[in-house]
């Protein structure tokens, strides 16, 4: 018994003396992939890691797969009170192409104006609004559609109150130029306002179409309005009515369109190109009207015929033949 218990003491002072203290294991850093065998961290149920999209859920900004992306809603347009401004603009510069023609015999007889020249108070309006038309529409792309529209309707206002206080041929005249100016401003500068600030759909269809008949309209009505002021007014008011009209819009058109949000661009525009343009236009007019009297190829093709009657022959009235 003694001799086994010294055998077992003297195996057991053979073998190594264990750790006091057992050191724990390394861990993996995060970055890098667990074993294989090991089992992977899961992510307590019913929550999400922040930056991930739950499952069965679809990002924000994106369609559902299978669906085409919603269509971002279209800008709030103008109102009826707007489109009515424009459209009372656009009547009024139409307006004054037919309300002064039945004025004309008035004009005439108490301005003095000659038979031939009395149609030059219709013909300047029209030369310089068509003439400046394509430089309206360039100016409100470039200054903006606002901006052109007011200036458009006070120089149409001051040349109609110009027109309706004249007292003489040459300023009536000048002022129905400045008219058609004004009203080559107005025009394009509507238009254009209808078609950016009404969203594309049955809405600007329906403005597009108002402002149509509101053109065709107008050529009718002015010789009807004309008739009228000058029947019981003055030919002085065919003018002096667009006074207060085109002052109350140029008012009402800072409340109801708002500032001017249009994209300036960096050209110039081609002054000398609509100018040469309008006196193009204005050559051939003055050539229509005025080659009856003046005669269409008597100057040009007829040479000056010297007067051969003798000096003691010559009367004012031509030859005077001796008896």
């Not at 269509?71 to 510069?93: H, N, Q, T």
Request: charged share 15%; proline share 10%; with cysteine.
């Amino acid at each position: 018994m003694t001799q086994t218990r010294t055998i077992t003491e003297a195996h057991a002072s053979d073998l190594p003396s264990a750790p006091a203290t057992l050191s724990p294991a390394p861990r993996a850093p995060a970055s890098q992939t667990p074993p294989s065998g090991t089992p992977a961290l899961q992510e307590p149920a019913g929550k999400t890691p922040p930056g991930k999209t739950p499952p069965g859920k679809t990002p924000p900004g994106h369609a559902p797969a299978g669906q085409a992306a919603a269509p971002k809603p279209a800008p709030p347009g103008y109102s009826r009170a707007a489109l009515v401004l424009i459209l009372v603009a656009s009547f009024m510069v139409v307006l004054d192409f037919s309300i002064v023609n039945v004025a004309l015999p008035s004009i005439q007889r108490e301005l003095g104006f000659a038979a031939s020249a009395a149609q030059w108070v219709v013909t300047g309006y029209a030369i310089t609004f068509g003439g400046l038309l394509i430089l309206g529409g360039r100016a409100a792309d470039l200054f903006g559609r606002r901006r052109m529209f007011v200036t458009g309707l006070i120089a149409f206002s001051a040349a109609s109150l110009a027109g309706g206080l004249a007292q003489d041929p040459v300023l009536l005249v000048a002022s129905r130029a400045v008219q058609g100016m004004g009203a080559a401003l107005v025009a394009p500068a509507a238009l254009s306002l209808i078609t950016t600030g009404f969203p594309e759909g049955p809405k600007r269809t329906r403005a597009l179409g108002l402002y149509g008949a509101t053109a065709s309209v107008g050529f009718v009505a002015g010789q009807v309005l004309g008739g009228f002021l000058v029947e019981f007014t003055s030919w002085r008011a065919v003018f002096l009515v667009n006074v207060p009209v085109g002052l109350a819009a140029v008012l009402l058109t800072r409340r109801l369109l708002g500032r001017g949000r249009e994209q300036r661009q960096p050209r110039r525009l081609d002054v000398s190109g609509a100018l040469l343009i309008t006196l193009a236009v204005a050559s051939v007019v003055f050539a229509v009207s005025e080659g009856a009297a003046a005669g269409w190829l008597g100057i040009v093709l007829s040479p000056r015929v010297p007067n051969r009657c003798p000096r003691r022959t010559r009367s004012p009235g031509g030859c005077r033949t001796s008896t």
